[in-house]
């Protein structure tokens, strides 16, 4: 169950982000319209009705490659060779 309730936060907190950084846009281009009610003595009829519409625009990533010279540092090691080792001490 946590499971499911950590998936769901994710969810929404993407959509969110994706919508509040401009990578999705939505705008409602119908609006929706309640059906109309009729009741009688056999009931209550609805009839009509129509859900809103929306349009939904998202960005897009394009993925390529290209050549490029990239400069490299060199890495260069220099051994101690017989160099003495400082000395140490554990004097109090």
């Known amino acids: 169950m946590r499971a499911l309730v950590l998936i ?14 401009g990578y999705v846009n939505i705008s409602q281009v119908r609006p929706a319209k309640a ?31 290209k050549e490029t010279t990239v ?4 890495l ?3 051994t101690p060779g017989n160099q003495a080792a400082p000395a140490t001490t554990n004097a109090q």
Do not use: C, D, Y
Request: charged share 10%.
């Open 8 to 21: 769901l936060i994710i969810a929404v907190v993407a959509v969110l982000a994706a919508v509040g950084s």
């Open 35 to 65: 059906p109309e009610l009729s009741a009688s003595g056999n009931g209550v009829t609805a009839k009509g009705g129509e859900a809103p519409a929306f349009k939904v625009q998202t960005g897009s990533v394009k993925v390529g490659t």
């Open 71 to 74: 400069k490299v540092p060199s």
């Open 76 to 78: 260069q090691i220099q």
